[in-house]
């Protein structure tokens, strides 16, 4: 199927009487014949179903579409995008492991690695995002056991090389983990380009509709987890009945470990009805990033033109910072998101953003609605100076989440905020 039939069909295949649409398997337990049985399930959580702290029918459905739509052999769904951080590092790390990251990814992840986890004993190596390979090489330790970056970053939208970030990693042996959600599986599938892990804020345009914060890991299925770098996943696990996984899981090691421990223990794992609803949204996915890239892209020459902005970042813009990767990577579009920093500085950004009628000024992204952002105000507001810049973000940038709205209303409204100014 193409990705715009998998949006629909994948995952859930009603049977000669059953529901045409996914259900709402509304339960956090599942019954047994016999005490055997539930024994054998706790052998093999992989045969059924045991609780839905970490494992639900509908939630099941939505991680088998995932992992199609992103090319992957299995996916497990999170509470949140920052939860599918936290464990995709964590499954893999422990206490006196580092891992690298471009420093431009979203700054709450900055704070996750860079704060949190090295209070865990796990240090985190920032990279520039557009290092030479040599640089890139240079970053990495002994103790190094996996890459991370995004293909699109929030909110600075550099592009990430992605094939050459993967021959690194590779070439030292560890995984490439990729935050793929400002692009989708529809714009942009890193498991093609070399990625090992796809991770994704699902709240964001998998979502669309601003109604569930939910989050996804991905397994390609592809990383040999064998060459002793891993013992988490090539040792019997003391916790899991002495378990190999990749003896026992051969398929998806990764994944199965990520759900048989860490979702095990944490037990971030979204409801049914949050799963329900993230359905509903990826049903229009292929359908919707088509529009935000086409409103996207207008309002993006619009703002350029009016010349009220020091420099307008839409990767798909002609001439704007990562056009040429974004033409490698992302030939279809580069999602609704644009980044600008306004003429004035930070007093004129908030003055701009609070004479915007249409747009919502909110602590989102990726929604059906456009809606409008201050980073250092906001979701960078707990770095430090020199982080702002290393993420790309100063007092005057602006992150524009553009709608489904007709985009003439758009820009409208963003002649009437011009005026303010």
Known sequence: MKIETKCLHEGYTPKNGEPRVMPIVQSTTYVYDSTDDVAAVFDDPTKSLIY?????????????KIAALEGGVAAMCTSSGQAASLLSILNICEAGDSFIASSSIYGGTINLFGVTLKRMGIECIWVDHDATEEQLNSAFKPNTKAVFGETLANPALTVLDIEMWAKAAHAHGVPLIIDNTFATPILCRPIEWGADIVIHSTSKYMDGHAVQVGGVIVDSGKFDWTSGKF?????????????????????????????????????????????????????????????????????????????????????????????????????????????????????????FMDS??????????????????????????????EQLVAAGIDGGLIRFSVGLENVEDIIADLEGAFAKI
């Not at 935000?292 to 309002?299: H, I």
């Open 52 to 64: 839905s702290r970490f494992e639900n029918p509908t939630t099941d459905c939505v991680e088998k």
């Open 231 to 351: 013992p988490c996943m090539t040792e019997p696990d003391e916790s899991y009945h002495g378990i190999v996984y990749t003896e026992k899981y051969a398929f998806a090691p990764y994944i199965v470990k990520a759900r048989m421990q860490l979702m095990r223990d944490f037990g971030c794992y979204p409801a049914a009805n949050s799963s329900f609803l993230l359905n509903l949204g990826l049903e229009t996915l292929a359908v919707r990033m088509k529009q935000y890239c086409e409103n996207a892209l207008t309002v993006a020459k619009y703002i350029q033109d009016t010349g009220n902005a020091e420099f307008v970042t839409y990767p798909a813009l002609e001439g704007s910072k990562g056009h040429e990767l974004a033409k490698k990577y992302l030939p279809n579009g580069t999602s609704g998101v644009i980044s600008f920093s306004i003429k004035g500085g930070r007093d004129t950004a908030v003055k």
């Open 356 to 385: 915007l009628k249409l747009a919502s000024n909110e602590v989102h992204v990726a929604d059906i609605r456009t809606c409008v952002l201050h980073p250092a105000s906001a979701t960078h507001r707990q770095l430090t100076d």
